[in-house]
């Protein structure tokens, strides 16, 4: 499975890895310093996870939702569709928020959304759907750690992002 990653990915991973694990414990509940360091490095992720036979799409999928809301809340989605090169209107944007709250009952931008849920006041929007997510978060990391050669260090750096998202979120005790 490691195999259908490159070379060059498997460092970077190694590298990525290695630069949470020296950060301070301070840094470790920067949800947007942690976001913007993994946020280069999130294609591979999803691509390596994606290989796991039977579940591996689902958990991408999972992944890729994650990484829309860390989006939204860090301001990230803007510095990377500048570097894609591609321009996406005030209204275009309007309309896929409006589509993501729909489908995955959370909005990315913090307006309110048809059956939501509950957002508690001043709280990041994703913050539910990390609610509903970190019961299953032990059985994903054990799972993306079976990966041959990276699924340590995936692993180890979505630790990082759980923990610092269960101290954004309030749910580091549940």
Request: charged share 20%; with cysteine; glycine share 12%.
């Amino acid at each position: 499975m490691a195999q259908q990653l490159t070379e060059q990915e498997t460092q970077q991973l190694d590298e990525l890895s290695r630069s949470l694990s020296t950060g301070t414990e301070a840094a470790a509940v920067d949800v947007c310093g942690i976001w913007r360091k993994i946020r280069p490095y999130w294609s591979i992720i999803v691509k390596a996870v994606g290989f796991i036979p039977r579940v591996g799409p689902a958990i991408a999928a999972i992944l890729q939702t994650l990484g829309a809301g860390l989006d939204a809340y860090c301001k990230t989605a803007r510095e990377a569709t500048a570097e894609g090169g591609v321009d996406v209107t005030d209204e275009e944007e309007r309309e896929i928020n409006q589509a993501f709250s729909e489908v995955f009952g959370y909005s990315l931008t913090g307006a309110a959304t048809k059956g939501g849920g509950a957002e508690a006041a001043g709280e990041p929007p994703f913050c539910a759907a990390w609610r509903r997510l970190k019961p299953y978060w032990p059985t994903i990391l054990r799972v993306i750690g079976k990966i041959p050669i990276v699924g340590s260090k995936i692993a180890a750096v979505l630790t990082a992002l759980g923990r610092a998202l269960d101290e954004l979120c309030g749910t580091g005790g549940r």
